[in-house]
């Protein structure tokens, strides 16, 4: 029901900051909790940062913490995530998910999301 846009990859050197952006349309972003995952080719897709539909709490990949922030404003139905202190490792293409909303709660680091959008590429020269 919900579609999710991915957008704000680019080149950044080491050390440089991008944001990621992710525009939910036809649903309210605040009906439910979201993920953010990258992959490169060849790997698994692995979890960067999550936040449950209520915004209450956010929860991060070990390799991300103390650099990444996932934030939402719930006025412009988008989520973020600002991407800090970068390195040659985040390199990746970055996805934005959805969950919806259940009596088992937000399952943040799960692949369990029913709704994705496309990928947005970051590049971190060294």
């Known amino acids: 029901q919900v579609q999710l846009q991915a957008s704000g990859g680019g080149l950044v050197q080491t050390g440089g900051s991008l944001r990621l952006s992710c525009l939910a349309s036809?649903?309210?972003?605040?009906?439910?909790?979201i993920g953010w995952f990258r992959q490169v080719p060849g790997k698994e897709r692995d979890f960067v940062a999550g936040?449950?539909?209520?915004?209450?709490?956010?929860f991060y990949g070990d390799s991300v913490k103390g650099r990444f922030i996932i934030s939402r404003d719930s006025a412009k139905n988008t989520a973020y995530l600002q991407m800090n202190s970068l390195k040659p490792e985040d390199t990746a293409n970055y996805f934005c998910?959805?969950?919806?909303?259940?009596?088992?709660?937000?399952?943040?680091?799960?692949?369990?999301?029913?709704?994705w959008g496309r990928g947005t590429l970051v590049t971190v020269s060294s």
């Open positions: 998910a959805a969950q919806i909303r259940s009596e088992v709660g937000f399952r943040p680091d799960s692949l369990d999301y029913e709704f």
């Open positions: 036809g649903r309210s972003i605040s009906d439910y909790g």
């Open positions: 936040m449950s539909w209520t915004g209450g709490s956010r």
